[in-house]
C-alpha cells in the first residue's frame, strides 16, 4: 500500500530517519560488554517473554554495516541510535576501549553513508554496578552519568549531527520504578519520586557537560501520550489530569518552566529528595531540540480503591497494534501542537519515535503488511497538519528500523521496517519499507 505523501509534502530540509536502541539490536555478549540491570531483569523468571534478553538480539554489533546499507536504501536522511553504557563503562565508571571503538567504527559507517546520526546517550542499559548501589533512586547515578556522557562524547561527538541525552524519562522513572515494567521492576512510590528527578538531573548534567565539549544540537527525548478521561465525570477528568501530569507534565513543566507541577508535586513530595529545588535550573539548561515520541492515546478512569495515583486505565474501542496500543493519530498532533503552543514555541521539534507492532510473518521471502504502510500515512498526515499550525517539526523517525527485543515482551513484537529472522539473523525488508523508500525517494 503506497504512503500517501512524499517527501514533497514537508518543508525544505524535512528529515526522514529510522530509529534503533542498542540493547534492543546489538547484541550484549559482543565486544566486552558489561551486564545491565536488564539483564538480571530478564533473567528473573517472569519479567520477559520467554524469559528472552538482549544477548544477542539481533546482532547488530557484527552487522552494522548490513543494516546501515539498509538504511541508506529505505531513502533515510538520519540515523538514530543510542550508546549502551554498560558497554561504555562496564563497572560503571572504567572505560571499556573495545565498546568506545564498536562506536567509533558505527559513527564512521553512519557518516561513510551520508547519514546524519541522531545519537541518544541513554537507552536504559544502566551497569549492573550502579543498579547495585540503588540504580535511578541514588543521586549518585546521575552525577556517574557525566562520565558515560564525557566518554561517549569525547570519542564520537565530532561526527553527531544530533545528540540527545536520555530517552523517555518517563519510562526510566516510573515505569521502572513505580509500575515495575522494566528494569529494575520496582513497585516502591519513594524510589520512583526519587528516579523522576534524579533521571532529570542526569540530563541537566549531561547538557553541562556537553556545553562544555562545545557539543551542539543537543536536546532530550521524551515520549508522550495524549491523555483522555473516561467520562466527564469530576473523578475521571481528575484522574485525567493526574496522569497527564504524571506522564507529560512533569517533564514538560521540568525542563522548560524549572518546576514540577504543583497538582502532582504536592502527593509526591512526601517522597522526593531534599532541596530539589536547588538542581531545577540546571534542570531547565536551554537545548536546542526536543524529541517526542508517540505511539498511541490513553484513557484513564479514577480507582478509588487504589492508593495514589488511584487511575485505571480503559481499552479503547479503535483498532490495536500487536502491543495492544489504540491507532489514533490525532494524539500526534495534539501532543505536537500543544508542546509547542504551552512550552516550547520555535525550538526545532524531532518525532524521534512512531511506529507499530504486528505479527509480521515472511512468505516467499516477502512480508506483506498494509497496516504499517497505512499507519506511517496516518501518522505522516498528523505530523503535517501540526506543522500547518506552526509546530516547527523537523523531522520523523520510524520505530524501528528491524524487529529487535521489545524489552518486557521479547521478540514477539514486531516493529521493524525489517523483518529479523532470530534463528538466522536474516534480514526480509517489508512491503512497508519498500513503500517508505518510494515515498522518500520519489
Ligand atoms: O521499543 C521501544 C523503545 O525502546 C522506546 N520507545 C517505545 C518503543 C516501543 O515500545
Not at 534542570?283 to 508517540?294: A, F, L, R, T, V
Not at 521496517?417 to 539473523?425: I, K, N, S
Amino acid at each position: 500500500m503506497p504512503i500517501k505523501y512524499s517527501r514533497k509534502d514537508f518543508p525544505e530540509g524535512f528529515k526522514f530517519g529510522a530509529a534503533t536502541a542498542a540493547y534492543q539490536i546489538e547484541g550484549s555478549e559482543n565486544g566486552n560488554c558489561g551486564t545491565c540491570h536488564w539483564d538480571t531483569f530478564s533473567t528473573t523468571p517472569g519479567n520477559v517473554n520467554n524469559g528472552e534478553n538482549g544477548s544477542i538480539a539481533c546482532d547488530h554489533f557484527h552487522r552494522f554495516e548490513e543494516d546501515l546499507d539498509l538504511v541508506k536504501a529505505g531513502g533515510f536522511d538520519s540515523y538514530r541510535f543510542s550508546t549502551s553504557w554498560a558497554r561504555v563503562m562496564p563497572d560503571g565508571k572504567t572505560i571499556n576501549k573495545d565498546g568506545l571503538d564498536y562506536y567509533d567504527r558505527l559513527a564512521d559507517a553512519i557518516c561513510e553513508r551520508n547519514l546524519l546520526p541522531n545519537l541518544t546517550l541513554y537507552h536504559w542499559e544502566l551497569p549492573s554496578a550502579l543498579a547495585d548501589i540503588g540504580g535511578w533512586a541514588n543521586r549518585e547515578t546521575a552525577k556517574r552519568f557525566v562520565d558515560h556522557t564525557n566518554a561517549v562524547i569525547k570519542c564520537i561527538g565530532d561526527r553527531m549531527d544530533a545528540v540527545a541525552t536520555i530517552n523517555e524519562p518517563w519510562c526510566v522513572a516510573w515505569l521502572s520504578y513505580f509500575l515495575g515494567h522494566h528494569a529494575p521492576g520496582l513497585r516502591d512510590i519513594r524510589a520512583a519520586a526519587r528516579a523522576m528527578h534524579h533521571v532529570l538531573l542526569a540530563h541537566g548534567l549531561s547538557i553541562d557537560a556537553m556545553r562544555s565539549l562545545g557539543t551542539s544540537n543537543i536536546g532530550i527525548v521524551l515520549n508522550l501520550t495524549e491523555v483522555q478521561q473516561a467520562s466527564d465525570t469530576q473523578s475521571d477528568v481528575s484522574a485525567k489530569d493526574r496522569l497527564d501530569g504524571i506522564h507529560n507534565r512533569w517533564f514538560l513543566d521540568a525542563i522548560f518552566k524549572a518546576e514540577y507541577p504543583d497538582d502532582i508535586l504536592k502527593d509526591l513530595i512526601h517522597f522526593m529528595p531534599t532541596n530539589l529545588e536547588d538542581d531545577m535550573t540546571l534542570i531547565s539548561s536551554s537545548i536546542d531540540w526536543i524529541g517526542i515520541n508517540y505511539y498511541t492515546r490513553t484513557i484513564v478512569a479514577e480507582d478509588a480503591n487504589e492508593p495514589w495515583p488511584s487511575i485505571k486505565e480503559i481499552k479503547g474501542p479503535l483498532q490495536q497494534t500487536q502491543m495492544g496500543w489504540e491507532i489514533y493519530p490525532d494524539g500526534l498532533k495534539s501532543s505536537l501542537v500543544r508542546v509547542s503552543r504551552e512550552y516550547t514555541g520555535e525550538l526545532p521539534m524531532l518525532v524521534t519515535e512512531n511506529g507499530m507492532a504486528w505479527k509480521d510473518t515472511v512468505l516467499n521471502e516477502k512480508v506483506f503488511d498494509p497496516i504499517r504502510a497505512d499507519y506511517i500515512s496516518s501518522h505522516l498526515s498528523a505530523a503535517k497538519a501540526a506543522i500547518d499550525q506552526g509546530v516547527n517539526l523537523k523531522g520523523f523517525f520510524y520505530w524501528s528500523l528491524l524487529d529487535n527485543f521489545e524489552w518486557a515482551f521479547g521478540y514477539e513484537k514486531r516493529f521493524g521496517l525489517v523483518h529479523v529472522d532470530f534463528e538466522t539473523q536474516k534480514r526480509t525488508p517489508k512491503a512497508s519499507f519498500h513503500d517508505l523508500a518510494l515515498a522518500l525517494t520519489s
